[in-house]
Nanobody
């Protein structure tokens, strides 16, 4: 059974940092990439960043470039380091996964249909 389990959300002041983690129980994990999606209240989900388990390639939304860093910290665990957080970064962050892993490149990654979703972790940025 596929499971994506997120952790690390919380409340932080503007300018602060949080680190999210996602552990994915996927067969043949190297065939997948992980995308972090966030959803603010009343808005559609937004793809924030992705990473390929196959080759480690990454992509970032323009809104987070230079502030967020996605990485794999083990064979099946991905982290999202979020620095210099802004109020507009707040929302529910979902760890999602899909195959083939090469969707995480080029122009399609932000619109690619994700196969598996975690339950989400909440990030609040407020003074």
């Amino acid at each position: 059974q596929v499971q994506l389990v997120e952790s690390g959300g919380g409340v932080v002041q503007p300018g602060g940092s949080l680190r999210l983690s996602c552990t994915a129980s996927l067969s043949n994990v190297e065939n997948y990439a992980v995308t972090w999606l966030r959803q603010a209240p009343g808005k559609e989900p937004e793809a924030v960043s992705c990473i390929s388990f196959r080759d480690g390639s990454t992509e970032y939304a323009d809104s987070v470039k230079g502030r967020f860093t996605i990485s794999t910290i083990s064979r099946d665990t991905v982290s999202l380091q979020m620095n210099t957080l802004k109020p507009e970064d707040a929302g529910i962050y979902y760890c999602t996964a899909a195959s083939p892993a090469y969707y995480c490149s080029g122009d399609v990654w932000q619109s690619y249909a994700m196969e598996y979703w975690g339950k989400g972790t909440s990030v609040t940025v407020s003074s």
